[in-house]
C-alpha cells in the first residue's frame, strides 16, 4: 500500500514530478527497454551500446528504478519491470512515443509559456512557436511521425473499447475525420464486415497511413479509402456517420463548430456524428482528462463537459442525442441534424 506522506512531503513529490518525467524522456531517447529486450545487461554494456557516460547512467537507471522503471539486480545489471517494458519499441501498448512527443523540447518551449498565456490569453504553443500545433507538426517531418506513433499506440489500448461500446453495425459507410494512422477505423471494419470506411486526414498524414498499414490488410482494404483534406474546408460526401476521435479537443469552440458543421453538411439524410473524446464530469474526481486538458491549453484546445458539447454541436445545426460510456477514459457523443 502506498505510503501516506504528510503534505509538505507529498507536495515535494508533486512539484518533482516533471523530474520523472525527463528521466523517462531520456530513457526513450537512448532506447534503453529495447536494449534490455533480450536479458538484463550491465551498466557498462548499457552505457557503451547507448554512447553515453556509464556512471551517469547507473544513477538515472537508480532514480528510474526508484519509480518502479528498471530494477537493479546483482552484477550490477538491470532489468526490465512491466512499466519499464512499456517503453519498448513497437511493443503492445508502447508509451516510447508518448514519452518523446509529450517531452521534446518543442513541447517543454511551449509549456513554459503557460504563465504568460494565463496572463495574456494568448495560446502558450503559437507564443513559442508561432504557428499552429499541426503547422509545426507539418514543417517538422521526425515530429509529425512520433506524433503519429504516439496517437497508434496510445490509441491501441482505446480502439476495442470503442468499436465494442457502439453498435456501428446499423451503419453503411463510416468517415474517420482525423482518423490519423487508421488502427481505430482498422478495428471496427474488422469487427462490422458488411461496413466501409473512409480515413480522412491532412496529406502529410495520409501519406503516413499508406505506409503504417492498418488498413491495407485484405478483406478491409477493399471496404476502405483514404481521403487527403483539411476539414475547415469540408470532409468527405455521404457518410451515415462521422467519427471524431480525439479530435474536436484539439480545436477551440468557434473551431470545433465549423468541423462539425462541415461533418453535417457532408453526411447522408439520417447522418449522425459520433465525437470520441472525454468528457469531464463535473466534481473534484481524478481524470485523466483533466490533465490532458492542460496539453489542450497550451495548444489552444479544450476538453469538455456534456454541456460544452451540446454547445458546439447547437451552433453546427445538430443536437445532442446521447453520451455513450465506454470501457476506457473516452465517451461517444452522439449527435443529429437539429
Ligand atoms: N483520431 C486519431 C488521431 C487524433 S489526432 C486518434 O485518435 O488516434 C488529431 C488528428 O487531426 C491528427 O491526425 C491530425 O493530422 C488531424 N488534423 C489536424 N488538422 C486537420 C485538418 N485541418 N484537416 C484534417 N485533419 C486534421
Redesign the pocket.
Known amino acids: 500500500m502506498a505510503k501516506i506522506l504528510p503534505p509538505p512531503a507529498a507536495m515535494f513529490a508533486l512539484i518533482t514530478g516533471r523530474w520523472v518525467s525527463d528521466l523517462l524522456y531520456v530513457a526513450a531517447k537512448l532506447e534503453l527497454a529495447d536494449r534490455l529486450k533480450d536479458a538484463p545487461r550491465t551498466v557498462g554494456e548499457l552505457a557503451a551500446s547507448a554512447e553515453v557516460q556509464a556512471p551517469a547512467l547507473y544513477r538515472v537507471l537508480r532514480a528510474l528504478a526508484s519509480v518502479g522503471v528498471f530494477a537493479e539486480i546483482k552484477g550490477p545489471r538491470f532489468k526490465l519491470t512491466p512499466l519499464a517494458a512499456t517503453l519498448q519499441t513497437g511493443a503492445p501498448g508502447s508509451m516510447r512515443a508518448a514519452a518523446l512527443m509529450l517531452e521534446e523540447k518543442y513541447q517543454v518551449d511551449a509549456w513554459a509559456q503557460m504563465l504568460h498565456g494565463l496572463k495574456t490569453g494568448e495560446i502558450p504553443f503559437r507564443t513559442a512557436h508561432g504557428v499552429s500545433y499541426?503547422a509545426y507538426?507539418d514543417n517538422h517531418p521526425e515530429d509529425l511521425k512520433i506524433f503519429?506513433e504516439a496517437?497508434?499506440s496510445?490509441?491501441t489500448t482505446?480502439n476495442p473499447a470503442i468499436a465494442t461500446a457502439y453498435k456501428f453495425s446499423g451503419i453503411r459507410t463510416l468517415v474517420?475525420?482525423?482518423?490519423?494512422?487508421g488502427?481505430?477505423l482498422a478495428t471496427i471494419l474488422k469487427a462490422n464486415p458488411k461496413l466501409k470506411g473512409v480515413l480522412?486526414?491532412?496529406p502529410?498524414?495520409i501519406a503516413r497511413a499508406q505506409q503504417d498499414r492498418h488498413l491495407t490488410e485484405k478483406d478491409i482494404a477493399e471496404r476502405c479509402k483514404l481521403e487527403a483534406?483539411?476539414?475547415?474546408e469540408a470532409v468527405p460526401q455521404g457518410g451515415d456517420a462521422y467519427l471524431?476521435?480525439?479530435?474536436l479537443h484539439?480545436w477551440n469552440d468557434e473551431q470545433c463548430a465549423k468541423i462539425l458543421a462541415n461533418c453535417r453538411a457532408a453526411m447522408n439524410e439520417r447522418g449522425r456524428v459520433l465525437v470520441?473524446d472525454a468528457v469531464i464530469a463535473p466534481g473534484n474526481g481524478a481524470d485523466r482528462g483533466k490533465l490532458l486538458d492542460m496539453q489542450m491549453l497550451i495548444l489552444g484546445g479544450r476538453e469538455r463537459t456534456k454541456r460544452e458539447f451540446a454547445a458546439i454541436f447547437r451552433e453546427a445545426g445538430l443536437k445532442l442525442t446521447r453520451v455513450v460510456p465506454t470501457k476506457c477514459p473516452l465517451s461517444i457523443v452522439e449527435g443529429v441534424r437539429a
Do not use: I, N
Open positions: 499541426f507538426l503519429g496517437m497508434t496510445v490509441s482505446e474517420d475525420v482525423g482518423g490519423g494512422h488502427s481505430l480522412f486526414d491532412q502529410s498524414v483534406g483539411d476539414f475547415f471524431l476521435k480525439r479530435t484539439d470520441a
